[in-house]
Every structure is written in C-alpha cells, then in structure tokens.
C-alpha cells in the first residue's frame, strides 16, 4: 500500500507531532543535491535521506556535513547537513529515457516526510537536461563520456533495457540512414561505419531489431561525405550491445534516440571488417571526423586493443595493483575485489578480460574500500590506502571456456592505461566453487544493487540445465508408490531406511523409490537399499540426484520410469508419525481416483510448516491430477527448501503429521534471488 508523502516543516521553533524537521537548499544536477534534515526527538543522531524517482528509491545517505546555521541547543555538535553527489546523481541516468517524466522528491528514509524546496521539484528529465552539454546528454552523463567512454555506455544500455521491453514504433518510410559495415569484438562491442540524416545527439540508447530485440548503446563521429542527400553526413562510432551480424545478407533494424525515434537500417549485404581495417579508416579520417566523443572514441579503441601485461614500467607509471577474488557467474559477469595503489595518477576505471571477452567495470556498483594492510607498499602509503581497496561489477556474457588468462586493466584520469595479469587461482564460480553468501561481504545488501535482477535471472539460468538430472540405479514398475528423497546425512539415511522397511514390513506400502545424493554416503544408500530390497516383496527403486532440495524437479522422470498412476512424495529431512503414515498407506492402496491431500509439517523450522498450503514437500496426488503442475514448477534456489514451491492446486489436508530433522532455511540471499525470480515469472 503506498503512503502519501508528508512534507516536513522548516521551522525548529514550531510545535508538531512529527519531530522531524527539514528543507532542500540547493537542487542541482551540477553540484548535487543538498540540505538539512534534523530529529527533535534526538537531534544528535544521524537520519538517513533517501533520493526517490517516483516511489522508487535510487540513492540513500546519512546527514554527516555540519550547518552551522541550524540552531540546536541541545545539540550543538550535530552535523544535519547532507548532500547527493555526482556519484548518487549518475544513478538517475537509467531513469533518463526510460521513466524521464517521473518526479524527484528527497524523503527521510522509512518515513512518509518528504523535504521542501523552494522551488517545486523537477521531473528527472528537466533536472538532467538542466546542465546539458553539447553532446546532448545529461551533464553526469556527459562528463562520464569526457572521462570513461565504457562507463558512459554501459550507462545507456541500461537505460535501452526498458525500451527492449516495449513496442517499437513503426519504420514505414522514416529511416535516418544506414549501416555499411561493421566490426564485431569479443568484449561486446561492434564498431560500425554508415551514414545519417543529422542528429543533435551524439551517445544514444536503442534497440536493435534482428529477430529478437537487443539493448543497444551508440557513440559516433561524422565527417562529411559528398555522396550522401542534403543535411546527412558519414557516421564511424561504437555500439555496446550482445547483438552479432551472423549472416551479412540478414537485414537488422536500429532504433535509437528519445522515443526510439531515430530509425538506422544495415545494408545487405553488410561488409563485415577487422577492428584493425575499422581502426585504419578510423585514422585516415582523423582530420575529417567532428564531435565531442572525437577522443573518447580514439582512447576506447586504443584500451580494447591493447591487452598486453606489464606495460607499466614501459609507461613510467609507478603502480602497485593486486585482485583478492573474482566470482564468476556465466551468463552475468564477475564481481571483482582488489586494489590499486599509484602516488601520481589516480585510477578512475577497470576492464577485465577473461579469455576473449573483455568485461567493463560498472560505475553504478563500483566503489573503493580502506586498505590499512597496503599502509606500507609504497611511500606516503597510508593516505593512498583509505581508498586503495575497490569492489565492482563487470558485466557480460561469459562462459565456462572464457575463464582463462584473466587479466586486469586499469584506466587512469589522465587517459593512462595499464594492463596487469591476475593469478588464475582468483577466480571462483558462484554457486560452485563459491557460495552466494560470499556476495554479502561485497554488498551488504545485494537485492538493491542495480545488478541485481540480471543476477537472478543469470543464477536460475545456470541452474535450469541441472534441475531434472536423474541417474537411476535400479528401477522396479510400482503403479502406486512413496517417493522419499533423502539428504546427504547418514544418520538422515539410516533414519529413513529404518523407517522404510518398517512400513513394508507391515505391508502399509504397495511400492518405494528412493532418491538418493551420490556423495560420500552413496556406499551406505546401496548398501541399506540392498537391504531392504531383499526383505520385502515390495518394488523398490533407487534413484540419485545432486541435490535433494532439487527432488520436487525429477518427479516426472521418476513416475513415468515407474510407470506410476499414484504417489506419495515428502521432500528430505521429513519423518511422518503413524497417524500420517497410515494415511499415505491407504490412499497408495484405495481403488479408483483419490483426492489429493498435504500432511501437516510440524518443525522449528518455519520454511515448509504451514499445512495443506499446496507445497511440494509432502503429497499425495493422482499423476494425472498433478503432472502438468509438476512440469511447470517455476526455478527456485534450494528447491523444496525455498518456501516458494507450491502446487497450483487445492490440497485438502489429512490428520497425522510429519517432523523436520534436518536442513535450514535459505539465507537472506538466496531468498532474494527467489523472490526477484518470482516477480519476473522464471520458470522450468
């Protein structure tokens, strides 16, 4: 439910029920944003502000600056004052062209009051469009061209992925010009050479059109071209975007600019070009090219060609760098951790490469960290180490045969580059080699990172593929049957065993299958299962699978190798007490159709313990009735343990109930990622 916005009072002298007292002094997409904001009931005490488009919140900090002008008695010490920076401001760059008409308000963070200005609040197109440059972009954007070209364009593919999203308008007639050639780099971006009609803009977002719709980000320069209509000239410039010309005969369409109003067609047949052939036309127009990105486009070509390590001392810089970790997740990027230490330039961009793929540092995630322990490494040591340390996000689509070689460059403000190779032992892959809680002493909180959706959607991704694999061991046809999944926990499996040949000891079961984890105590599944399969009549069947959390997945596999009309599931770590055991004996053993029903789950535990709420944790149900609900589960980390698996059908629930021994619930990440994977409907 939305809470209507409060504004707070100015006046320290005047009685309210709110404490809070506060105004914007200066609004400024120069300078920043900035004012004051005080808590009567405890003045002392720091109060956070948050940056808001709409009712999204972009940016927060605490009040830290002193204002001498606010009068506090009682607390004379207090520092009220605050300020948003360029850095909080580049993060209204995204909302640039997707949501420009939205308003900015500044609010005290968790409450309703909202600060006064004294003039009414922009939208977040007029307060960026308020210090435009000649590029004809926002001027946080337009410095961050002048500085990190990168940067600035990964900056506007963000802004193109809600454009990818919408429809497009319609071409007909109204092309602005055409592609003529392109070429294609491994670190994602394609130089082109064609034509246009004149544009005001010289770094646009887009959409490009070939079959299916690419994000897409553009620079260019012109030069003239006596070939071309009245008011068009030649364009050469780079896009940032997953897009690849596959066939030059193909014909893709390029939407760009406010709108997507700027229409490129390429030609059939596309000439497709080296980046050295790109590179040497670019040098025989130097003289001719025009623009302000004419530099910035110079200096990325030479940063992507160049790769080659220990180019440092060559350049007379004086550097001291190392990488702590890079976490992989393909399909995503990198996190990396390091440090940088030069007492002469100062480091203002990364680029990594794995293998073949060049990844940017993105400035939106990207920030320093206090190295006390690097006080040492060079003279005047301890200065250069309060901001030694940096953490980033580098994203791009990298595969397991990308990480190889993987090598750092760091970009500094004088243009500067060096190249620096990294211990491959750095790198670890996230949800293999490297849990997702590692994210955490990254980012505190990761669910509010602007990566974060692309993280999750990378994560489900990675793990769709090995959701329903299955190794059956021993398979006997069981028109009705238990399934039991068991965790890899001995005294779990000893547990479960004992239970199992109990029950068909009494003839309660007409058949089991066992899903099992062929980890360290596969010799004691085979061995108790062996067991058990001789004592009884019964069919038994032994399945293993990865990761038992997972088992709710496999289930279609496993009833049609039974060749099962009916079954009875509980997820690891369940035990049902004799009341619920009877109750899944008998509907396994009753003729005809049987509705299907829950078992309560009683446990300290709270993930899965609500009863009959439709979970895929403990079950018994017709095949027929279930099995499309069974093929549609939507991907969700730690599976069954997750909390957010359930049935879309109404289960009525049975007397008797069923005890957790093992397993924990999700960490605060892991249900995040859920939770972002459930808003955006990922699903088998």
């Known amino acids: 439910m939305s809470v209507e916005s409060n504004i707070l009072d100015a006046d320290l002298s005047t009685a309210s029920p709110n404490a809070l007292r506060g105004h914007l002094d200066v609004v400024d997409a120069r300078t920043g944003i900035s004012g004051w904001v005080v808590n009567l009931g405890s003045p002392g005490t720091p109060v956070t502000v948050a940056l808001h488009v709409g009712k999204e919140r972009v940016a927060r900090v605490t009040t830290s600056l002193p204002r001498p002008d606010i009068a506090l008695p009682t607390a004379p010490s207090a520092a009220p004052g605050f300020h948003f920076g360029v850095q909080e401001i580049q993060s209204l760059l995204a909302f640039a062209r997707a949501r420009p008409s939205a308003p900015l308000s500044v609010r005290v963070a968790g409450t309703s009051g909202e600060l006064r200005a004294v003039n009414p609040m922009p939208t977040v197109s007029e307060f960026l469009n308020s210090a435009a440059d000649p590029t004809g972009l926002p001027m946080p954007l337009s410095r961050l061209l002048a500085r990190d070209l990168p940067a600035a364009l990964t900056e506007l593919r963000r802004a193109a992925v809600p454009m990818a999203a919408r429809p497009l308008p319609g071409v007909r007639d109204r092309v602005s010009g055409f ?9 994602g971006l394609v130089w082109f050479i064609g034509w246009m009609h004149d544009s ?14 690419y994000p897409a980000a553009m620079a260019y320069a012109c030069f003239p071209r006596g ?22 005969h193909d014909v893709a369409m390029l939407h760009f600019g406010e709108g997507a109003s700027l229409h490129l067609r390429s030609n059939a047949p596309l000439v497709h070009l080296s980046t050295a052939e790109w590179a040497a036309r670019f040098d025989e127009l130097r003289a001719e090219l025009t623009g302000p990105l004419v530099g910035e486009l110079r200096r990325l070509l030479g940063l992507t060609s160049s790769w080659a390590t220990g180019n440092a001392g060559a350049l007379g810089v004086t550097i001291e760098q ?8 393909p399909g995503f990027g990198a996190f990396v951790e390091g440090w940088v ?35 040492g490494v060079l003279p005047g040591g301890a200065s250069l180490a309060a901001q030694a340390g940096f953490v980033a996000a580098f994203p791009g689509d990298i595969h397991p045969d990308d990480m190889v070689r993987p090598i750092i460059k760091h970009v500094f403000a004088d243009g500067v580059s060096t190249n620096h190779e990294i211990d491959a032992r750095a790198l670890r892959v996230l949800g293999y080699s490297a849990g997702l809680q590692e994210i955490l002493s990254l980012y505190p909180d990761p669910s509010s990172e602007p990566f974060f959706p692309a993280l999750a959607a990378a994560l489900a991704a990675e793990l ?22 068991l965790p890899d926990d001995a005294s779990e499996i000893h547990l479960a065993f004992s239970e199992l040949t109990a029950m068909l000891r009494r003839d309660q079961l007409p058949g089991v299958a066992v899903l099992a984890v062929p ?26 699978l990865l990761q038992p959390e997972n088992s709710p997945y496999v289930l279609p596999e496993v009833l049609e190798q039974l060749g099962a009309e009916r079954f009875a599931f509980l997820a690891p770590g369940l035990h049902a007490d004799p009341a619920a055991m009877a109750e899944i004996g008998r509907a396994l053993r009753t003729p005809g159709p049987v509705p ?66 093992w397993g924990s619930p999700p960490d605060p990440t892991t249900q995040a990622v859920n939770k972002a994977l459930a808003r955006q409907e990922v699903s088998l």
């Open 519 to 544: 980890g360290a105590n596969r010799p004691l599944v085979i061995s108790l299962f062996s067991a058990m399969e001789r004592r009884r009549d019964a069919p038994c069947s032994l399945f293993f």
């Open 227 to 248: 070939d071309l209509p009245e008011g068009a000239q030649g364009v050469m410039g780079v896009m940032m975007t997953d897009w690849r010309s596959r066939d030059p």
């Open 596 to 661: 299907g029903f829950a078992l309560p789950i009683v446990s300290g535990s709270e993930v899965g313990s609500s009863a009959g709420d439709s979970s895929c944790e403990a079950f018994v149900a017709d095949c027929a009735e279930v099995q499309a609900a069974l093929d549609a589960l939507p991907v969700r980390l730690r599976g069954s343990a997750s909390g957010m698996l359930r049935l879309p059908l109404p289960l009525e629930t049975r007397k008797g109930r069923l005890s957790r021994s």
């Open 341 to 375: 230490l030069s007492p002469v330039r100062r480091p203002e961009a990364a680029m990594l490469r794995l293998g073949d793929k060049v990844l940017h540092a993105d400035p939106a995630t990207s920030f320093n960290r206090s190295r006390a322990d690097l006080a």
């Open 179 to 187: 592609i003529e050639a392109v070429a294609t780099e491994t670190s």
């Open 200 to 213: 005001e803009e010289f770094a646009l977002s887009g959409v490009i059109v070939d079959r299916v719709k």
């Open 464 to 485: 769709r593929p090995g959701l329903r694999d299955l190794t059956p061991v021993r398979v006997a046809p069981s028109p009705r049957a238990l399934i039991v999944a």
């Open 322 to 329: 190392g990488v702590d970790r890079i976490l992989v997740l």
